[in-house]
């Protein structure tokens, strides 16, 4: 096959990955993206010729360009090194399965390798502090809740191995037929992958359309101040920031009013833990409350906390310019009621480039370079473990702050602490109008159906909105607008299995890819020694 033809399946693979990825893509075209890719791994394989590696790295170059783009509104270099980097592990991950297939059965047969491999890839990808997990394959059916009703039991991973399974069940039908040269043979593989697309979707409908809210009513106010986050959240004081949202949640709050919702970047005040009290913001905010028997305010803040004498420095600890001491900053969620104890959360899951440097061998030279999203930069203090609020009735609520939400089984750990009700609290306005913030509300409707929780969603320059338990996005606001919506949502304390087991589907792919792994090794080493 000529070096042409190659290069144009695997720009097709990349093409078709693209083409199927929300806002407007056509998902089903997620089901034949890797067959290209596909087929240059088997004549690669079959003519023992090189560049697998990087035939399927342009394909995910392609893939990460057309998808992520927007990542350039925020820094070029940054995005640069985002395509490179993303695209280049997981052209590793098809390398290794390429090269497992060979050791393991002289590329006669094994794709069934690369389904193990992909998952426990895209797991690893969530755990570490170069994650960029947009991409994962389960993500592309978030516009698509009717279809996904099942991720309660399995979470994106479920999507993910959906993805996977038919791509190589195709892949094996096409290249029966093309060897064939005609059907004979194949009526049962595509009969097998009709039933494979039809019954998830059937059975998801079926769920969809049948289901019904649970849990306790209650009503909840979102503000989106929508306050420019490169400009004019700096030239604003921070208590006419807050008012702006002050006044637009006025009207819709009542005595009936369980929570008011403001976006990550509310208030700009520099507060210092060590004294809550004195901070301006949080007390007016406090005397707001106080009007009010149940009434809870959820918001977004930076914080501050001192390095106490003797305590261990992490890579996130910053030094003071004028005095040998140092301080941690946070990106920090607060929930502020009548009890007058301000409840705090720091945001755990920190976007790669813009709150979290690598610190760790080769990597480390990039700690100097971040990417400004029009916040405080460069790496954060962070909480270890995910925290719960709890309202003067004991219920309990899981706060996300922006990239928190893309992370199902980080979630599912809040649910499993008490959470009823999810608030995701974002400062989405450094995209710009484009695919990034929509892309980003998607996925709320992915954590809705694995967790059955309403998703309430403030973000700063839009777009706010309601979640329901089927995953339907109401109420949706206006992009760069000011807006306020209010919704009686459903407050549960049911657990779906996923939320009680998490990403298991991953962790039994990270346990068999390791020990396929140790196998192939151990055959491509015996195979040659043996030619020897």
């Not at 070029?76 to 395509?83: E, I, K, P, Y």
């Not at 997990?133 to 959906?162: C, D, H, M």
């Not at 928190?404 to 306005?429: A, H, L, P």
């Not at 304390?493 to 151990?522: C, E, H, P, R």
Request: hydrophobic share 45%; with cysteine.
């Amino acid at each position: 096959m000529k070096t042409k033809y190659l290069i144009s399946l695997s720009v097709l693979s990349g093409v078709l990955l693209a083409a199927s990825w929300p806002e407007n893509g056509f998902t089903l075209l997620v089901f034949v993206a890797l067959v290209p890719l596909l087929f240059i791994q088997k004549y690669i394989g079959n003519s023992n010729k090189k560049g697998m590696f990087l035939y399927s790295w342009l394909a995910f170059v392609i893939w990460n360009v057309l998808t992520t783009w927007w990542i350039w509104n925020s820094t070029s270099a940054g995005s640069v090194a985002a395509f490179v980097l993303n695209a280049m592990f997981t052209a590793i991950v098809f390398q290794l399965f390429h090269l497992s297939k060979k050791w393991f059965y002289d590329n006669k047969k094994g794709n069934w390798i690369l389904m193990f491999y992909w998952i426990s890839w895209e797991y690893l990808h969530l755990n570490w502090d170069l994650s960029w997990s947009w991409l994962n394959l389960g993500n592309v059916f978030a516009g698509k809740p009717q279809w996904i009703q099942w991720y309660e039991y399995t979470g994106t991973f479920g999507g993910g191995l959906w993805v996977l399974v038919l791509n190589i069940l195709i892949f094996s039908v096409l290249d029966r037929v093309i060897e064939q040269k005609n059907l004979k043979g194949s009526y049962l593989g595509i009969v097998t992958a009709v039933l494979l697309i039809l019954v998830p979707i059937s059975y998801s409908l079926y769920v969809y359309n049948n289901y019904e809210e649970k849990g306790k009513s209650m009503d909840v106010v979102v503000v989106q101040p929508n306050i420019d986050p490169y400009h004019e959240q700096y030239t604003l004081s921070p208590d006419s920031i807050l008012n702006r949202s002050l006044y637009l949640a006025k009207p819709l709050i009542d005595e009936n009013t369980r929570y008011v919702v403001l976006p990550e970047s509310a208030l700009q005040e520099d507060i210092w833990e060590g004294t809550l009290t004195n901070s301006k913001t949080i007390n007016k905010i406090y005397d707001y409350v106080k009007q009010y028997d149940k009434l809870n305010f959820v918001t977004g803040a930076t914080t501050y906390s001192m390095v106490k004498y003797g305590e261990h420095l992490t890579n996130a600890a910053r030094k003071f310019s004028n005095i040998d001491k140092y301080y941690y900053a946070y990106n920090t969620a607060l929930l502020i009621n009548k009890s007058g104890v301000v409840q705090v959360h720091h945001k755990s899951k920190l976007v790669p480039g813009v709150e979290i440097m690598p610190s760790w061998g080769i990597l480390k030279p990039l700690e100097k370079i971040t990417i400004d999203l029009g916040g405080t930069t460069g790496t954060l203090g962070r909480d270890k473990e995910p925290l719960v609020f709890l309202d003067l009735d004991s219920i309990g609520s899981s706060p996300l702050i922006c990239y928190e939400s893309i992370y199902g089984e980080f979630v599912g750990k809040t649910i499993k602490r008490g959470g009823q009700i999810i608030f995701v609290i974002t400062n989405d306005g450094w995209w710009g109008n484009t695919p990034g913030y929509r892309q980003h509300l998607l996925f709320s409707s992915l954590r809705a159906i694995e967790t059955r929780r309403w998703v309430v969603r403030s973000a700063n320059t839009g777009t706010s909105a309601f979640v329901n338990q089927r995953g339907d996005i109401l109420q949706q606001t206006e992009y760069w607008k000011p807006a306020v919506i209010k919704q009686t949502v459903k407050a549960d304390d049911k657990l779906t299995y996923y939320v009680k087991n998490g990403d298991y589907l991953a962790n039994i792919s990270a346990y068999i890819s390791a020990l396929v792994f140790l196998i192939a090794i151990t055959q491509g080493f015996l195979k040659k020694k043996k030619r020897l």
